[in-house]
């Protein structure tokens, strides 16, 4: 049942803010201010690496993780794709823990990458979508993601969900190592009690996105740019733009566009750059100048004061709420996935049965 919707896509697109209300309600008691996951026997206070290993775009909920991890809890963390990580058999120090990330609970390179590190650190824990899955079993600690059965190949609502219980996790570390205190904690839990309603505002944009998808659907190539923690979410936009409507996209740490990327652009070139008004804010326009003195196509996502300060020179630009600067990544998944999925419609691909792709990879 497509709830009305043409996709499976277009409804796990739509039934975001209500799952990520679920999981909020799930982790963070109505009334808390804390994070103290009652039942979860977890404690961060002895641990010295986290290790996140995953696929696809469960790897880039890890990415985007490790920012909060590191900048929250002062925890170093490494991030690997599962696939390198379990032939590379890297050495596990003393005090690590792993995390896998996995939606189907049944992707194989993770599973091998459990089995890897299982005997060889101090606690496996797993974020998974499918509670009783192999991932699930073989984890110390299996926390799910409360995203209800996604059936569109392409990851949308278990990207979010994932997202959402990877920062409530890191605001237990940052509690457990005592990185933040009591009042910086709630701020945090106030601004994700919040979040739902601010994915409600980003919603209403799909019909502005769906201009904008009009336009991106004649391009070859498309780049996503981002810095900081909206880097990883550059690199989900790229991938759930070449997944479903077969364009070549490619995300790069906007950092990094002169070191080669930049040679790419001319005026057949669209860039969308993820852009909320943050602490790296000036460093990313001064990138969307280059772009556009390049005569690049910029598609600006930011909040009003950004959107005022990218100019009238703006190819296209889509509109997001302000939001506390920990949830940008959540909160810009969602016109990252409009845009790849309007574009899919306009070219006339499969959207929920993209070629080649399997929902979940049990093989290798
Ligand atoms: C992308 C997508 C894949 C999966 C990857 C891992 O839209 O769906 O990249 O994220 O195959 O799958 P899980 O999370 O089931 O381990």
């Known amino acids: 049942d497509k709830g009305g919707h043409k996709h499976f896509m277009a409804k796990e697109i739509n039934e975001q803010p209500t799952v990520i209300a679920e999981a ?115 984890s110390d600690i299996a926390l799910p993601i409360h995203a209800g059965v996604e059936i569109g190949v392409a990851s949308t609502k278990a990207f979010t969900c994932q997202l959402t219980v990877l920062l409530i996790l890191a605001l237990k570390a940052a509690s457990d190592r005592g990185t933040m205190d009591e009042a910086q904690i709630a701020d945090h839990v106030a601004a994700l009690r919040g979040l739902p309603s601010a994915l409600n505002t980003a919603l209403e944009q799909s019909e502005a996105i769906r201009r904008a998808a009009l336009r991106l659907s004649e391009a070859r190539d498309v780049l996503f740019l981002g810095r900081g923690i909206m880097y990883p979410l550059a690199m989900e936009g790229a991938l759930k733009l070449k997944e479903i409507s077969y364009i070549h996209a490619e995300g790069y740490p906007a950092g990094e566009l002169k070191h080669g990327p930049i040679a790419l652009i001319d005026k057949n070139m669209p860039v969308v750059f993820m852009t909320p008004t943050d602490a790296l804010f000036d460093k990313t326009m001064s990138n969307m100048q280059e772009v556009m003195a390049r005569k690049g196509k910029v598609l600006m996502i930011s909040d009003a004061a950004g959107l005022s300060a990218g100019g009238n020179d703006l190819w296209n630009s889509i509109a997001m709420p302000e939001i506390h600067a920990s949830l940008t990544p959540i909160l810009y998944a969602l016109p990252a996935q409009l845009l790849a999925y309007h574009t899919a419609v306009a070219k006339g691909t499969d959207v929920d049965q993209p070629r080649n792709l399997a929902k979940s990879v049990t093989v290798e």
């Open 24 to 138: 909020i309600r799930c982790y963070l008691p109505t009334g808390s201010n804390s994070v103290t996951l009652e039942g979860v026997d977890l404690d961060f206070r002895n641990v010295e690496r986290l290790t996140m290993v995953a696929c696809g775009t469960a790897y880039y909920a890890c990415l985007t993780a490790k920012y909060w991890f590191e900048q929250l809890a002062g925890l170093p963390v490494e991030v690997d794709v599962a696939s390198e990580f379990r032939y590379r058999e890297p050495p596990m120090p003393a005090k690590s823990m792993a995390l896998f990330v996995s939606q189907s609970g049944e992707t194989a390179d993770t599973l091998a990458a459990l089995r890897y590190c299982t005997g060889k650190v101090d606690g496996i824990l797993s974020v998974v979508n499918a509670a009783e899955s192999s991932i699930a079993r073989e």
